[in-house]
């Protein structure tokens, strides 16, 4: 079964980090592209960005709001990819989602479960 | 303000067909980039629904199907069921932004 796990959500201060974990299975994760979005509670879907894969330099890409704070990283013996998210602001109080991407361009399946992050003093 | 608008919510009786638009622009949709669609239902992550604009995955019921032309996309959801009750998101790739986006979602009502 292909499968996404994220952790490392929490309650952060405005200000601070925070580094989140997805361990993928049940798929080839060094060939695939991830993806991370989020969605504040009540609130439509936002993409945060992406990492593709070793085949393509592991090129990063990020949504405008988080460009610089946020980073992506992978590791593939691990199965494992990772979003760090520094200098957090209120707005970024989400739940933050991984999902997979097969090839450039295709589509996003399947989603985690998504992990909640809270910035708040 | 999403990039690709979507209406916020859209209702219909049991066994009643509805549709949901997904408009875009030239920098999405209207380039060609494949328009997808995501079901989430209430308390849950989303799920895929809808891929390559008009592509079912396996499991996903014939009475859901997807369309494109120019600029826009729609969903249209026969014989609708209570459990059909979910948010759905149109999903695609911008080059403009160089980046995915998201439509804003549409709440479905089942009277």
């Known amino acids: 079964e292909v499968q996404l796990v994220e952790s490392g959500g929490g309650l952060v201060q405005p200000g601070g980090s925070l580094k989140l974990s997805c361990a993928a299975s049940?798929?080839?994760?060094?060939?695939?592209?991830l993806h991370w979005v989020r969605q504040a509670s009540g609130k439509g879907l936002e993409w945060v960005g992406h990492?593709?894969?070793?085949?393509?330099?592991?090129?990063?890409a990020y949504a405008a709001s988080v460009k610089g704070r946020f980073t992506i990283s992978r590791d593939d013996s691990k199965n494992t990819a990772y979003l760090q998210m520094n200098s957090l602001k209120t707005e970024d109080t989400a739940v933050y989602y991984c999902?997979?991407?097969?090839?450039?361009?295709?589509?996003?399946?399947?989603w985690g479960q998504g992990t909640l992050v809270t910035v708040s003093s | 303000q999403s990039v690709l608008t979507q209406p916020p919510s859209v209702s219909g009786a049991l066994g009643q067909r509805v549709t949901i638009s997904c408009t875009g622009s030239?920098?999405?949709?209207?380039?060609?980039?494949?328009v997808h669609w995501h079901q989430q239902l209430p308390g849950t992550a989303p799920k895929l629904l809808i891929y390559?604009?008009?592509n079912r995955p396996s499991g996903v019921p014939e009475r859901f199907s997807g369309s494109k032309s120019g600029t826009s996309a729609s969903l249209a959801i026969t014989g609708l069921q209570a459990d059909d009750e979910a948010d759905y998101y149109c999903?695609?790739?911008?080059?403009?932004?160089?980046?995915?986006?998201f439509g804003g979602g549409t709440k479905l009502t089942v009277l």
């Open positions: 999902i997979r991407q097969e090839y450039d361009g295709s589509f996003f399946d399947p």
């Open positions: 049940g798929f080839t994760f060094s060939g695939s592209a």
């Open positions: 990492i593709r894969n070793k085949a393509n330099n592991y090129a990063t």
């Open positions: 030239r920098s999405n949709i209207g380039a060609g980039f494949d």
């Open positions: 390559g604009n008009s």
């Open positions: 999903q695609s790739y911008d080059s403009s932004l160089s980046g995915y986006v």
